[in-house]
Antibody, heavy 118, light 112 residues
Framework: EVQLLESGGGLVQPGGSLRLSCAAS????????MSWVRQAPGQGLEWVSA?????????YYADSVKGRFSISRDNSKNTLYLQMNIVRAEDTAVYFC??????????WGQGTTVTVSS | DIVMTQTPLSLPVTLGQPASISCRSS???????????LSWLQQRPGQPPRLLIY???NRFSGVPDRFSGSGAGTDFTLKISRVEAEDVGVYYC?????????FGRGTKVEIK
């Protein structure tokens, strides 16, 4: 069974940093691109970032996080990461990772909650 | 960025009756590879999103056949042939033809 388990969320002060992880199982992680999507409280879905299959592969970002967030992956550990720097109140959200098959976000994790507040 | 416009934003439906959600994109979603990367996702209360339909009309694994997708270019529709209680939630269209990926605002389906 394909499973994605996000972790690393929590309370962080404005201007601080946080690293989210997404542990994958049930599929050959290195064969698939991966994505991060977030959902602010009571709001809709916002795409955040994506990375192709290889560790040194192409990365993509929403303008709202470009220059502050960094996506990466460790295929030997079947894990996706999102390094969040210089966080803002508007980054408060549930962050989902999603397995991405030919640009289709086909399986989603349960999400991890990030709260940015002083 | 491609803007995805969903209508309606709220959809009260009667159990057993059909339902339809529209999604319009601000530009064509036809990719240079010939595919149209328009997906529909369902988010039940308290749950993560779940893929229902990809590339306009393809049902994802395990999705009941009462869900169907159609459309082309910039206009797309999700239909539920007979609404069941478990279909309550918010439905999103999403385009993956171009970066950044973008979502519609969501349509909340509730039972009358």
């Amino acid at each position: 069974e394909v499973q994605l388990l996000e972790s690393g969320g929590g309370l962080v002060q404005p201007g601080g940093s946080l690293r989210l992880s997404c542990a994958a199982s049930g599929f050959t992680f290195s064969d698939y691109a991966m994505s991060w999507v977030r959902q602010a409280p009571g709001q809709g879905l916002e795409w955040v970032s994506a990375i192709n299959q290889r560790s040194d592969s192409n990365t993509y970002y929403a303008d709202s996080v470009k220059g502050r967030f960094s996506i990466s992956r460790d295929n030997s550990k079947n894990t996706l990461y999102l390094q969040m720097n210089i966080v803002r109140a508007e980054d408060t959200a549930v962050y989902f990772c999603a397995k991405t098959h030919y640009d289709i976000l086909d399986v989603w994790g349960q999400g991890t909650t990030v709260t940015v507040s002083s | 960025d491609i803007v995805m416009t969903q209508t309606p934003l709220s959809l009260p439906v009667t159990l057993g009756q059909p339902a339809s959600i529209s999604c319009r994109s601000s530009q064509s979603l036809v990719h240079s590879d010939g595919n149209t990367y328009l997906s529909w996702l369902q988010q039940r209360p308290g749950q993560p999103p779940r893929l229902l339909i990809y590339k306009i009309s393809n049902r994802f694994s395990g999705v009941p056949d009462r869900f169907s997708g159609s459309g082309a270019g910039t206009d797309f529709t999700l239909k539920i042939s007979r609404v069941e209680a478990e279909d309550v939630g918010v439905y999103y269209c999403m385009q993956a033809t171009q970066f950044p990926r973008t979502f519609g605002r969501g349509t909340k389906v509730e039972i009358k």
